[in-house]
């Protein structure tokens, strides 16, 4: 009897993990632009079909969400390319927005204006499916054209049986109440595979590290397949208007877990790196938002800061992915907290249903 109600709530688990993205996604999000309908479509590879200006005209059209065996390529298993145009209103620049694929069979790329934003799965020969998740990728202010014409390339590998953008609401979705940094520090960073602990120091000198873009995967910026250490750094000064306010520090997102530094002091972490490498387990901390309180007199106004970020990825996707990134204050921060408190994800779900 308990074994059957274990294999029960197992199975509902699989349930809720595989649709809850998107439910949970909906309660907080809306369609602010519809992609469901005819995009163009061409079985192959070619990585210039990424590009924004390659005229896909000859192309077929095909039917998004759909398998693509039911839209006249019955039995194909390989690559292929998706790609649409779409407008983005000027009124959409200062929202926080999330490009929606729905699910993907079985890997994914995908290209906005030529920029690599994200990835399900891998593409032979490390060929991993991720079929039944759904996709949703943050866009990146800097990537998109506003008031101008817009490209999105998907490229798409399908191992058999169904193929494509499968099923769900695809399209592109606003936060409708979302947590903003009074001082943003999105944008690009530095970054260095490896592991020292001499780069949370404030004096060292990272000028050859490679630009990378925060928040965004680390796959999309020249590390695709990298699994292991990497940090970041940032120098900034902070505004003076924050002078003499309680803060904390937003990181956002990361895969998997971090350690971040100010000024050579750790303010923060989320999940525990061994100092001298070793067996590292990683649970669901990526989907942990990062908020860390900084003490006082840490942040010197007038002057300039860093900040250093330790991460480790245990597979796949890795990086500082997801927003916001950024100083607020304290009470903004309680603010935002408790108009979010009934809200819960996927994982509070799970525990509740296992306890």
């Known amino acids: 009897m308990k074994s059957d109600r274990i294999l029960l709530w197992s199975s509902c688990a699989l349930a809720l993990l595989t649709s809850l993205p998107v439910v949970a996604g909906a309660q907080e999000q809306q369609m602010v632009k519809d992609l469901r309908g005819k995009w163009k479509f ?46 983005v209103p000027d009124d959409l620049r200062d929202k926080v927005l999330t490009l929606h694929l729905g699910t993907i069979d079985d890997a994914d790329e995908t290209y906005i204006n030529g920029h690599f934003i994200g990835f399900g799965g891998q593409f032979p020969p490390h060929y991993i499916s991720e079929y039944g998740w759904s996709r949703e990728y943050h866009l990146p202010q800097w990537c998109l054209k506003f008031g101008q014409r817009n490209v999105i390339a998907v490229r798409v590998y399908d191992g058999g049986l169904a193929g494509g953008i499968t099923r769900g609401k695809i399209g592109i979705y606003a936060q409708s109440d979302p947590l903003r940094a009074e001082q943003s520090l999105a944008g690009t960073w530095k970054l260095k595979t490896g592991d ?29 397949d990298y699994d292991g250490f990497a940090w970041y750094r940032l120098k900034f000064r902070p505004s003076s208007a924050l002078d003499g306010k309680r803060l904390i520090l937003l990181m956002g997102k990361v895969d ?35 908020a860390y309180t900084l003490p006082g007199g840490l942040l010197k106004f007038g002057e300039e800061n860093v900040i250093a970020v330790r ?45």
């Open 42 to 87: 061409q079985i192959g590879d070619d990585r210039r079909w990424a590009d924004p200006s390659f005229d896909d005209r000859k192309w077929d059209d095909i039917f998004v969400p759909s398998a693509w065996e039911d839209e006249g390529y019955p039995g194909y298993d390989g690559y292929a390319w998706y790609r649409t145009q779409f407008d």
């Open 196 to 224: 020292d602990f001499s780069w949370k120091e404030p004096s060292y000198d990272d000028a050859g590290w490679q630009d990378a873009a925060v928040p965004l995967f680390w796959e999309t910026q020249g590390l695709k």
């Open 311 to 355: 991460v480790y990825d245990g597979w796949l996707h890795g990086g500082i992915y997801d927003g916001p990134i950024g100083l607020i204050t304290r009470d903004a921060y309680q603010d935002w907290k408790h108009r979010h408190r009934d809200r819960k994800n996927p994982w509070d779900l799970l525990r509740e249903m296992f306890q």
């Open 256 to 290: 998997d877990l971090d350690e971040t530094y100010l000024n050579g002091e750790r303010v923060g972490r989320t999940g525990s790196m061994s100092p001298h490498g070793g067996r590292i387990r990683t649970s669901n901390e990526y989907a942990e938002l990062r």
